[in-house]
């Protein structure tokens, strides 16, 4: 009687089983069995590389050969049943005790005598370092790639594989809904799973036209691909991407900071002024507000906090006179407006000027870079540490490209920009007065941050711009001494007022100028404008100006 044997036949990939290896292995197994007079029981057939363990169509086999379900099994070549170490032993293993015959159609081998089994075992050693080899050209190849900007992986979702050695294309279809789905997240008023409903409802799908999972958005959200950054996340490496980019830096940076707050949407059940933007200075958390006998209270929860009872009417007296302040009278609308003009006129010069300094921040970034890396070579700085910087540095290269193709945009030039900042500034007290809860929110989100309440008081930082306008010398020889006759009129100056006048918006235009450059990170001078920034504001002021001493530290 026959004994009966298994068969055993393997491609690496599922694409190469469509071919005809699998085919001419079985004929192949056939025709030894049948001179062998063996019988083929059962076939196994597997679509996976053996370069790894833990193949469950081969673990399936052994399993059976170890009760002796069958003689042994018939395998084409050493190569077509391991790869590995691992593997060879499982399977010498069964042939050493006993248990089964092991035979090779392609390869006339007899494992029952010492040399038989050295051959074999050199060619499996053959076959295991054929993969470890193959291994180091394929990583050298995806390195290569990377050093070019170029993902050698399937494209992420926005963006189209373009063939090998090409980088990627944004796709016309996904790449918007990619980038929809950042602009919604970035507002704040999602959490994942809501966003996620979004998203499916815009037909965005994943790779495999599928339906994107929770886990699949949360690691789009997080992929700096889409702004020209490739990370190996394994590696802890970041490369320089050669493909086009789908978002900007500054909304990926914002969507970045909606991640790592943990913010999530909440059903708003009442429209309040202040709601998740007055903080506990105890405890860091947000303030909830609820309405008590016709007024709006926002209140700490923290059982470990100090009582903390904010009243929306104590908030509203301390915004309104920020505001006042930052009002322009009619002279001083005329004098900037012509200024602005003026400058406008310059801004090819001056925006000139900014390009320079954009373009030596980019080279002494590279300088930079370089010099990390001769650290990294000459053993000063180890490859954890030199991944970190280097990542730093991509990603403030990223920061300052962004800049430049926003002043090389021929859209809104600066001077209009610092127009625009003034004219909405200028209304923004009478807009407070008569506006919505949510045009007062965006004005408050516009022009201040970093809201702390303690007991039933509350402090606010104006935003630095917005300190320049409001804290603008109003009288000008700083003396209630009359430099003017006592019945002149108020709303008319004479040469000399209207001298220092111009002195002073030339210095506030040019403060302000300054200060919006830097907060588009295309000036270096920002520290000047960062310290003492968090004052509170009394009630109200004489005249609607603000003077000196009426800031508190």
Known sequence: MNKTFYGYIRVSTARQGEGVSLQEQRASIERFAAQRGLTIERWFEERETAAKTGRPIWN???????????????????????????????????????????????????????????????????????????????????????????????????????????????????????????????????????????????????RRGGEVSLNGLATMLRNPFYVGLIRVKRRKETYEGAHDHLLKKSLFDRVQAVLDGKLSARPARHDFLLRRTVRCKSCGYSLIGETQKGFIYYRCHSPSCPTTNLKEETADGKVSPLFLACELDAEERAYIREKIEGMKANWKDERAEYRKALDLKLSQIAARRARLTDALIDGLLDRELFEERQAALLSEKRTLEEQIANLDDSGMTGPQKLADFLERLDSAHTLYQSGTIDEKRELLAKFTSNWLAAGKNVDFTPLPEVQLVAKRPRNLYGGPERDRPRTARRDRLDGRAREGMSRTLDVLLSQLTKLLAVRLGTDKGQEVFTVDLKFGFPNSYPNGSISQSAYRD
């Open 60 to 206: 399936e086999m052994l399993r059976l050969l170890r009760k002796r379900a069958a003689a042994g099994v018939v395998i084409h070549k050493i190569d077509r049943g391991v790869r590995n170490g691992r593997d060879w032993v499982d399977l010498t293993e069964l042939v050493d005790k006993g248990l089964i015959e092991l035979y090779f159609a392609n390869e006339g081998l007899d494992l029952t005598n010492r040399g038989g089994r050295l051959s074999a075992d050199l060619q499996a050693v053959v076959a295991a370092d054929y993969i470890r080899n193959l291994r180091e050209e394929a990583l050298k190849g995806i390195n290569g790639r990377l050093k070019q900007g170029i993902l050698p992986l399937p494209a992420p979702v926005g963006y189209l594989d373009c063939g090998a050695g090409k980088p990627k294309a944004i796709d016309p279809v996904k790449g918007p809904l990619v980038r929809r789905a950042f602009a919604l997240y970035a507002t704040g008023q999602y959490n994942l799973r809501t966003l996620l409903a979004e998203v499916q409802g815009s037909g965005l799908k994943n």
